[in-house]
């Protein structure tokens, strides 16, 4: 087995191997270096290769970039500014050429939208490699932070016939005729009944909730909106909670704690990464994400936060006033212009959200909450859920829900209900957050938007 020796710092004086691909070749009158790089981190490894090995002028001297080769050597602290140690190689085999003429990562820097019409090929680049570094590890937190709080983790279906955010932005899911077969008629509902790609794991969750207790969700959900943004995408994955016993407080609690958790997990162990960001894409970064860690997240209401919009005489493309959603303009105006950090708005008018969320005592509003984070909008949506049968099938029936699809869902209700919360957070955005990348297509390997499914 190969040791991965970018990773943990080589130690000097040790004969090592390493495999990884060339990043940059200089030559020069007895040596060649090679600056190679084996993805484990973003550090490369300097080779000196001499021209006295035995394939130099065969081999070594065409390496360009994008080459894969297997050194082995000893490992000499290195004089060179920037590096500590560097190899010194006794042996270099080529495993794969790549043709400087075809490969089209070469030195220079590329832009993203060039590097999305190689995605196969962008994770070998210094940013996209420590995005989806970073992502690694957001995901490992993930799972981290909830068993470390007594969450179990469910396993919600990707293919269903509930339409969790009624808002019919559901992928249709069924059988196509075989292919060549002279009947070409479209086949019935594979399932019985029409099915889709999940919007929301939510609806299961709340089903295990009311009987683990605390659950959690991370899964991929797809979304048919037609929304060419930097912060949509038509697959992308979400983290779900869902607590039993547990009000809207407790639900704002949970996302606070655990969006604080994240940030502090990648601060603390991918600082390497986190620097490559600082520096290139989003000046300031680490010091904004450790502002965020030190503030308490300010909390108003729905009402209040029109009330500031309106008062604040800016011209918004879309008018602000009480009954209608808050657009990504006013997200904006008030997590980076009004507020200056991270906020929770709550109590949304019941017209326009979801019917699972709880309808408050004014009769107006329900118990929902949505984080904004400055430079990324919504980061999480969630809400304490409607406990009361009574009122939840009037709500159903409202919003336009048949409830004779939803039996199960009101056996919640009818069978031991209690009080329960949970929130839905867009695992691309906090990368995106995180990162400081500008378009959510580059914090994801293969994105999916609308004309987009490449691979
Ligand atoms: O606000 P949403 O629609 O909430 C729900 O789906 C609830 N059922 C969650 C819950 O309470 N369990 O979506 C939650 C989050 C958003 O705040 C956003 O971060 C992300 O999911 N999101 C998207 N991310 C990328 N592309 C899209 N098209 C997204 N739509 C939502
Ligand atoms: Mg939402």
Redesign the pocket.
């Known amino acids: 087995m190969d040791i991965k020796l970018i990773l943990t710092e080589p130690q000097i004086g040790g004969q090592t191997i390493i495999s990884g691909w060339i990043r940059t070749k200089r030559d020069s009158k007895d040596f060649s270096f090679l600056e190679i790089n084996d993805g484990s981190c973003l550090k490369n490894l300097q080779v000196i290769a001499a021209r006295a090995l035995p394939n130099y002028d065969t081999q070594v001297s065409r390496l360009t970039t994008g080459c894969s080769v297997r050194v082995t050597g000893q490992v000499t602290s290195s004089p060179a500014k920037g590096q500590t140690v560097e190899l010194q190689a006794e042996t270099l085999e080529v495993i794969g050429w790549a043709p400087a003429d075809s490969y089209p990562l070469q030195k220079k820097r590329h832009s993203f939208e060039f590097l999305r019409e190689i995605s196969h090929l962008r994770p070998r680049t210094n940013s996209l490699g420590a995005v989806m570094r970073i992502r690694s590890h957001l995901s490992f937190a993930v799972h981290q932070y909830f068993q470390d709080n007594n969450f179990f983790l469910v396993h919600t279906p990707i293919i269903t016939t509930s339409d969790?955010?009624g808002a019919g932005e559901m992928f249709a899911v069924t059988t196509t005729p075989k292919k060549g077969s002279p009947d070409q008629t479209p086949p019935r509902d594979f399932f019985g009944n029409p099915a889709g790609l999940t919007?929301?794991g939510?609806l299961q969750a709340e089903a295990y909730a009311l009987a683990l207790g605390k659950v959690y969700t991370f899964g991929p959900t797809f979304?048919a909106?037609n929304?060419n943004t930097s912060?949509?995408?038509a697959e992308?994955w979400?983290i779900?909670p869902e607590m039993a016993f547990c009000d809207l407080d407790g639900d704002i609690a949970l996302a606070t704690d655990f969006l604080k958790y994240l940030i502090k997990s990648t601060l603390k162990n991918c600082p390497d990464d986190l620097e490559l960001f600082d520096r290139f894409i989003a000046p300031g970064l680490i010091t904004r994400l450790e502002g965020v860690l030190d503030r308490s997240f300010t909390r108003i209401s729905y009402t209040e936060a029109v009330a500031l919009l309106a008062k604040s005489k800016q011209n918004f493309e879309y008018p602000v006033s009480w009954g209608t959603d808050l657009q990504s303009e006013h997200e904006k105006f008030l997590t980076d212009v009004i507020m200056k950090s991270p906020v929770v708005v709550t109590d949304y008018p019941s017209a326009i959200k979801p019917f699972y969320m709880r309808v408050n005592n004014d009769k107006k509003t329900v118990a929902a909450m949505d984080i904004l984070f400055p430079t990324i909008g919504?980061?999480?949506?969630?809400?304490q859920r409607e406990e009361r049968e009574d009122i939840l099938l009037k709500r159903m029936l409202a919003t336009g829900i048949d409830p004779d699809q939803y039996q199960w869902y009101i056996d919640l209700r009818r069978y031991g209900t209690v009080p329960h919360a949970?929130?839905?957070?867009?695992f691309?955005?906090m990368v995106q957050y995180i990162t400081g990348m500008t378009n959510?297509r580059d914090v994801i390997p293969f994105p999916r938007t609308p004309g987009h499914a490449d691979l």
Do not use: D, P, W
């Not at 919504?378 to 809400?383: K, L, M, Y």
């Open positions: 969790c955010e919007v929301s939510q979304r909106e929304s912060r949509h995408l992308f979400m779900e919504e980061i999480i949506g969630g809400s949970g929130f839905g957070l867009g691309e955005r959510i």
